[in-house]
């Protein structure tokens, strides 16, 4: 199977052809390797170690590792391993044989086996040698990596440990020759630790620091792209690597916030509506496939915009759309991580809000989970690129999302979703707006039922006010709702895209082909710049999921082998009948509701703008006025 196309998976017969192999290297083997990693001595009674001035880094030893030994060694008055004990060390076995079969997978991908194969009739010689000397390195290096991750994502424990171990004398000659410097390096780094918990702390910071080491030595090796982009998975282990993107072994915390019904969220219909949808959506996902039908067929919502006033309820729909999956999730048995990015994470340290955000973005876009991720007032967290006042680390953050959201490398395996929210959308970065795939205009109750409904909701059920002349909440019945607020959209609400589509109407009449379509389209582009290529794929979009915009049945989300345990083909025939054709209606709504929202952040901008300079002018006459008056004082000076 391919690598950079979906999953890989690792059979247990994959593994047991290294078995031997492995089970020599946990036993007693020599190696060869540099003095440097000795060089230091512990100064008795002070807990450092002494360093000497002559430079021992050119000179080799040969050495005897034996990692049972050094494991046992912890208990030594037992010649039987506790469960820790055999834990650690039958993890580290399994970790070469994951190590070698990765790097077999990785060797056939990129042509290596077959350069093996003729190295093995007859030595390469030229530019063929070089690419196979090459290759064969960087096999090294992505084994050594991948028994690194093994051991971090699979030895038990909570948090960071706390020792400070050292990195291995790394070897990356072939993939068994880095594997064998890695287990003396994890050899070292337990030899004298006094009980089990030291040891599997231990094993667990050499991991870390082995990554660590590993990754700045990464530039160094060429051919690494197939590896970058691989989702590999052992099943029997429960171990996933997916690139160079090492997701720690700690056990997700249970998801602590509160949650809101549908019917608790009054007015925002079309918010709300698409909120549930993108709920059932995410729940189609399947872990095999590692791909969602909606992104197949269309109508997958990775990333959305929410706007409004303040207190008009996007955090009630946060919490609802939150509810509905942890709740989904919890029936089909699969791990759900909720998780918001806000302006606690961004660091004064240089380059640290952007390593925040890209484990916020890796955490949700973990193949392994569901993932839900928002973005609390974005204008805030991530800057406009031209804002001269905004610090280093917004503009970190903006240029991780950028790059998350639609970069060169951004994969959507349709898992997860990201949504961003703020009460001034105009100060968020253009580009990154028009990031998000659909806009939710959030603003709360508006008609007199959406506010009879919300005091009702509120004000609770601890009094005798009679209700008098109302049906409570049967304006949100979200079908009749949507439906009135798409039509509504028929026809432009902002004053400048009102003149556009007016202009449009009394040269062609409305919209009848995709010429039409085409043109007010280009219409729209002359009157607001910022309405690019990226503003119609987003349209595009919405229309699709317009298309794909099926009432999944509640009943297939009550028990799981009715929709979410199925296979993926299954899945995608159960969605497809479904589907319904694209009419000109929802293409013109749709196009209305982007490009209204576009001018409606335009405006905002404007007038923004207009008030500060009005406010500036403001404070130079008044300035202009006091300077006069302290020159006829003789105050002036």
């Not at 990554?211 to 171990?239: N, V």
């Not at 085409?518 to 309405?531: D, M, Q, S, V």
Request: hydrophobic share 40%; glycine share 8%.
């Amino acid at each position: 199977m391919s690598l950079n196309t979906g999953l890989t998976a690792i059979s247990e017969d994959d593994l047991r052809s290294h078995l031997a192999t492995a089970q020599s290297f946990v036993g007693r083997f020599s190696m060869i390797e540099s003095d440097a990693a000795n060089a230091s001595a512990p100064i008795a009674g002070t807990g450092r170690r002494f360093v000497s001035t002559v430079s021992t880094s050119g000179m080799r030893r040969t050495r005897e590792v034996d990692l049972a030994r050094a494991i046992q060694a912890a208990r030594a008055d037992d010649p039987m391993l506790s469960p820790r004990q055999h834990a650690l060390l039958y993890r580290a076995r399994r970790g070469v044989m994951a190590a070698l079969a990765i790097s077999d997978v990785f060797a056939r991908q990129t042509g290596l086996e077959s350069l093996k194969a003729r190295n093995a009739a007859s030595p390469l010689a030229g530019p063929d040698a070089e690419q196979f000397k090459a290759l064969l390195s960087t096999s090294a290096f992505v084994a050594a990596f991948s028994f690194a991750a093994y051991l971090s994502s699979t030895l038990s424990g909570e948090g960071e440990p706390a020792e400070d171990v050292g990195e291995p004398d790394y070897l990356f000659d072939t993939p068994q020759d880095a594997v064998k410097s890695m287990i003396a390096g994890l050899e070292r780094a337990l030899s004298g630790a006094p009980d089990d918990l030291a040891l599997l702390s231990r094993a667990r910071a050499f991991a870390r620091d082995a990554i660590a080491g590993l990754m700045t030595r990464k530039p160094r090796f060429t051919g690494l792209g197939p590896f970058e982009t691989a989702h590999i998975r052992i099943e029997s282990d429960d171990f996933d690597l997916n690139g160079f993107d090492v997701a720690p072994g700690v056990k997700r915390k249970p998801l602590v916030m509160s949650f809101k019904k549908p019917d608790e969220v009054i007015g925002n219909h079309i918010a709300k509506y698409q909120g549930m949808k993108l709920a059932k959506m995410i729940m189609a996902y399947d872990f095999a496939r590692g791909l969602n039908p909606f992104v197949e067929l269309g109508g997958f919502l990775f990333t959305f915009i929410g706007d409004g006033m303040p207190g008009t309820g996007k955090t009630t729909l946060i919490q609802m759309i939150a509810g509905l999956v942890n709740d989904y999730c919890q029936v089909a048995g699969y791990a759900f991580h909720y998780e918001n990015f806000g302006v606690d994470q961004i660091s004064s340290y240089q380059g640290k809000s952007g390593q925040n955000c890209k484990a916020f973005i890796d955490n949700i876009m973990n193949p392994k989970t569901i993932g839900f991720g928002t973005i609390d007032d974005v204008d805030q967290v991530a800057a406009k690129r031209s804002d001269d006042r905004a610090s280093s680390g917004q503009q970190e953050i903006t240029a991780v999302l950028m790059e998350a959201f639609a970069g060169a490398s951004t994969v959507v395996r349709g898992n997860c979703s990201f949504g961003m929210f703020s009460n001034y959308p105009e100060n968020v970065d253009d580009a990154l707006r028009q990031r998000a795939g659909a806009r939710w205009l959030v603003d709360g109750p508006q008609t007199r039922e959406d506010y009879i409904d919300i005091f009702a909701l509120l004000v609770g059920k601890n009094h005798q006010i009679p209700l008098g002349e109302h049906q409570l909440y049967a304006g949100q019945e979200i079908k009749r709702a949507v439906s009135a607020t798409y039509e509504g959209h028929s026809r432009p609400t902002e004053e400048g895209l009102v003149k556009v589509w007016e202009r449009f109407e009394k040269s062609r009449g409305g919209l009848r082909t995709i010429a039409d379509i085409g043109a007010y389209l280009h219409e729209i582009r002359l009157a607001e710049p910022r309405f690019t290529g990226r503003a119609i794929k987003n349209i595009t979009d919405a229309i699709k999921m317009r298309a794909m915009d099926v009432e999944l049945p509640d009943d297939w989300f009550e028990k799981p082998e009715t929709f979410m345990h199925k296979d993926y083909d299954a899945k995608k025939a159960m969605i497809e009948d479904l589907r319904q054709p694209i009419t000109l209606d929802m293409v013109q709504q749709e196009i209305n509701r982007y490009a209204d929202s576009e001018f409606r952040y335009a405006d905002k901008s404007d007038d923004a703008a207009v008030t500060d300079i009005i406010r500036r002018e403001r404070q130079r006459e008044r300035a202009v006025r006091e300077i006069e008056a302290m020159k006829t004082e003789g105050r002036w000076s």
